[in-house]
Structures are given as C-alpha cells and as structure tokens.
Nanobody, 123 residues
C-alpha cells in the first residue's frame, strides 16, 4: 500500500522560510519522478515543481522560481520542498505526489497523492 505523508507546514510570517517533507512508503521511491502541488481554498490544485527520479533535474512553476527548491533523499524515501521568502499568496495546502512520467506538470500525470500539509503565510 502506497503512502505519502507530508509534514513541515505551519504558520509563518511573510519573508520567512519553511521546509516541507514527504515520506514515502510502499513503493520503489527511486522509480518515480516526484512533484509538489498546492491548493488554496476555492482554487484548483496548482503545480509547484517536480524532481526527477535520481534528483538530477528539477522544474518549477514561475510562482516558485528562485524561492523554492525541491530535493530528495532516495535512501530515506523522502522528498523535500524548501520554501524561502514566503509570500501571503503562497498560503495553501501543499501536496506531494508520484509520477511515472518524465517532468510531469499536470495533476493527471500523477498516480499517488499525500493528504497534504497546510502552509499559512501572514502579511
């Protein structure tokens, strides 16, 4: 049974940083590209970024370029999202997901999803 469990969310002031984690189990973690998405109330789920199977390449949505960094530790089956210089518009629930596609950016390209972790950025 595949499980993805996000953690690390919370309340932070604008300009602050958070590091999200996603612990994976029940799958061969290194066989999947991994992605982060976010969803604010009343909005569609939005692509944040993705990382390749061995972590050699990353791709980010414009909203996070220069502020967000995705990394992974395949030995520990864990995905990370380092978020710096956070803005109120980054407030959302953040989800990790797995994909067998290369550089997947659409929700339809992802197979398994976590339950998400809430990030709230105050102004």
């Amino acid at each position: 049974q595949v499980q993805l469990v996000e953690s690390g969310g919370g309340l932070v002031q604008a300009g602050g940083s958070l590091r999200l984690s996603c612990a994976a189990s029940g799958l061969t973690f290194s066989s999947y590209d991994m992605g982060w998405f976010r969803q604010a109330p009343g909005k569609n789920r939005e692509f944040v970024g993705t990382i390749s199977r061995i972590g050699s390449s990353t791709y980010y949505a414009d909203s996070g370029k220069g502020r967000f960094t995705i990394s992974r530790d395949n030995a520990k089956n864990t995905l990370f999202l380092q978020m710096n210089n956070l803005k109120p518009e980054d407030t959302a629930r953040y989800y990790c997901a797995t994909s067998r596609k290369l550089t997947p950016v659409l929700t339809s390209q992802y197979d398994y999803w976590g339950q998400g972790t809430q990030v709230t950025v105050s102004s």
